[in-house]
T-cell receptor
Framework: GESVGLHLPTLSVQEGDNSIINCAYS??????FIWYKQESGKGPQFIID?????DKRQGQRVTVLLNKTVKHLSLQIAATQPGDSAVYFC???????????FGTGTSLTVIP | GAGVSQSPRYKVAKRGQDVALRCDPI?????LFWYQQALGQGPEFLTY????????KSGLPSDRFFAERPEGSVSTLKIQRTQQEDSAVYLC??????????????FGPGTRLTVT
């Protein structure tokens, strides 16, 4: 099956700094990607998505970059806040499918 | 209730017992998904419903796992003869759209199952 993995399992940043979380995917047919945030004891929460016909998409304080050439996704969080501390997952899907494939996750800790 | 709810939130079962996990999706949501999340791992797809139809059950790990959504709203995931490897958090997600996964899914808080 598809393989979605993250380069860094843990990341610590100072409050106010920018964070970058990376993700690699292996299925070149994947054409839809989502970043999720999961806090302890809660289900994943949608952050931002991107389709394969785009290479960048911006939300509120977050930006997702997609590099299809090297099958790489990144999530950039601007001015990281303590409330951003959580595990972040990237997930990939083929548009015509019913399944998302999630990576292992990166634990982000924001140091006040 | 504005979000997806799941019950129970925690379940401890002795090996060999049957369990039933309930998911109440957001009202009006057509699609419903079940995922299994092992500790420290990302969610893994189990099965998908569009209304009452189970369109994909390829992720169910064995025939001990069974899911239903008889009226197209509430869903139940049943695990028969539980084994220790079934210990995980079971997440339910729903989506307004009936078109597979390419729209935002809203996740419930999950049910943590521990098999002793």
């Amino acid at each position: 099956g598809e393989s979605v993995g993250l380069h860094l399992p843990t990341l610590s940043v100072q409050e106010g700094d920018n964070s970058i979380i990376n993700c690699a995917y292996s299925n070149s047919a994947s054409d839809y990607f989502i970043w999720y945030k999961q806090e302890s004891g809660k289900g994943p929460q949608f952050i931002i998505d991107i389709r394969s016909n785009m290479d960048k998409r911006q939300g509120q304080r977050v930006t997702v970059l997609l590099n299809k050439t090297v099958k790489h996704l990144s999530l950039q969080i601007a001015a990281t806040q303590p409330g951003d501390s959580a595990v972040y997952f990237c997930a990939e899907s083929v548009n015509t499918g019913n399944q998302f494939y999630f990576g292992t996750g990166t634990s982000l800790t924001v140091i006040p | 209730g504005a979000g997806v709810s799941q019950s129970p939130r925690y379940k401890v079962a002795k090996r060999g017992q049957d369990v039933a996990l309930r998911c109440d999706p957001i009202s009006g949501h057509v699609s419903l998904f079940w995922y299994q999340q092992a500790l420290g791992q990302g969610p893994e797809f189990l099965t998908y419903f569009q209304n009452e139809a189970q369109l994909d059950k390829s992720g169910l790990p064995s025939d001990r796992f069974f899911a239903e959504r008889p009226e197209g709203s509430v869903s139940t995931l049943k695990i028969q003869r539980t084994q220790q490897e079934d210990s995980a958090v079971y997440l339910c997600a729903s989506s307004f759209w009936g078109l597979a996964v390419t729209y935002e899914q809203y996740f419930g808080p999950g049910t943590r199952l521990t098999v002793t």
